[in-house]
């Protein structure tokens, strides 16, 4: 089992006898609403099966101690609560740093220093949200070693801030949430602007949601995802020439058709009609789904696709690759790039006897095209970050 072997390397890590307290945060997939998040839209998240593995227990004096089998070539990063600033040869380890940062600057009483070993199964640098793991991974470490009193949507919000403060990087809110509220077989509507949510059962029935990871690496910070950010702030500027909105979100396709002539420049009108166009797609497919019609659900997918792909430009050769791939193939009811995009993952809704052959078909097409091999997983939909009280 993992947490055996987590467990054991821990102790090995560490040199202690006592026996740590596990936590698990998931990762997260969007099955629809990308780059809508920081655009006031809606999102349609889930919290999935692979994720962080956080063990920890407390230390006697004020070290903090971080080790990640991930990375077991960087050793054993050490720092303590006189200077937990982002350093940038810490790596990985600003993560839970600055979650730790936002836990004390916020009033939590976090009493002494800790040991903390992190093992992630999320594949690194493949969009599915390995940061905003760790960071609410690091979030329930606190909660439980501590025994802190903290609202969920406060632990969320305190992980949004570790990545616009502290990380320097522009990203919404959706990622924390999905990791923080995520709930077993369901996954989440959420409106960005104001947090409203609520939960919508996941019925695949005889089908499978395969991950299928490009393999080609993006650093989230280095892309284009803040210049993205900032064409939509500048189209919305324009926009308020005439309209008296707050965000792109607001914005019916029809608003948008009849008032898309006061974006002066043709780039940030794209971009504004990806995010206006596809926060409805969100609403569209929520209501999809709810009607159990997954064959409609899965074209709102692969129009999604096409927008970020001409509207955002977002995808990249090798997205494009596997989401028209996995189109041409039976069984498959919709394919889509998933976060942030310039690489990373697409997402597929496949039957469930179709699964195997999807992937030999992209994996041979694939590799033939950019001479170097995908990797696949086979997604369930999971509960969100806790403590884990199982034996092990």
């Avoid at 026996?19 to 969007?30: M, V």
């Avoid at 500027?237 to 898309?260: I, M």
């Avoid at 997954?294 to 129009?303: K, T």
Wanted: hydrophobic share 35%; charged share 25%.
């Amino acid at each position: 089992m993992i947490q055996q072997h987590v467990a054991q390397t821990f102790k090995d890590v560490f040199k202690t006898a006592e026996k740590p307290r596990f936590f698990f945060a998931p990762g997260r997939i969007n099955l629809i609403g990308e780059h809508t998040d920081y655009n006031g839209g809606h999102v349609f998240p889930a919290a999935i099966s692979f994720g962080t593995y956080a063990v920890a227990q407390k230390r006697m004096d004020q070290t903090l101690r971080f080790y990640s089998m991930n990375f077991p070539e960087e050793g054993i990063i050490e720092c303590d609560f006189g200077d937990l600033s982002y350093n940038p040869d810490h790596g990985w380890a600003n993560f839970p740093k600055g979650m730790i940062q936002q836990f004390t600057g916020n009033g939590f009483s976090v009493s002494s220093g800790m040991d903390i070993l992190f093992y992630g199964n999320i594949p690194n640098g493949a969009g599915l949200s390995s940061s905003a793991s760790i960071e609410m991974a690091t979030g329930v470490v606190l909660e439980g070693l501590f025994d802190l009193t903290i609202d969920r949507l406060q632990m969320i919000q305190l992980g949004q801030r570790v990545e616009n403060d502290y990380i320097g990087v522009n990203s919404g809110i959706m990622d924390q949430f999905a990791i923080g509220k995520g709930k077993k077989d369901a996954a989440i509507l959420l409106d960005c602007q104001t947090l409203k949510y609520s939960y919508a059962p996941v019925k695949l029935n005889d089908h499978e949601i395969v991950i299928i990871n490009s393999n080609k690496q993006r650093t989230l910070a280095g892309s284009k995802y803040n210049e993205r950010r900032s064409e939509c702030e500048q189209a919305l500027e324009d926009l308020r020439a005439e309209l008296t909105v707050t965000s792109l979100g607001e914005l019916t396709n029809e608003k948008f058709e009849q008032f898309q002539h006061l974006i002066t420049s043709d780039t940030n009108r794209r971009r504004a009609k990806h995010a206006v166009s596809e926060n409805e797609r969100t609403l569209l497919a929520l209501d999809e789904l709810e009607k159990g019609n997954l064959e409609r659900f899965g074209e709102l997918m692969n129009a999604s696709h096409l927008s970020l792909r001409d509207d955002y430009e977002v995808t990249g050769a090798e997205l494009d690759h596997i989401a028209e791939t996995a189109w041409a193939h039976p069984g498959v009811i919709g394919a889509r790039m998933t976060g942030a995009g310039f690489g990373g993952c697409a997402i597929a809704i496949v039957e469930q006897e179709q699964v195997k052959s999807l992937k030999e078909t992209i994996a041979e097409s694939y590799t033939e095209a950019f001479g170097y091999a995908p990797s696949f997983y086979e997604a369930k939909i999971s509960d969100g970050a806790k403590e884990l009280v199982e034996e092990f």
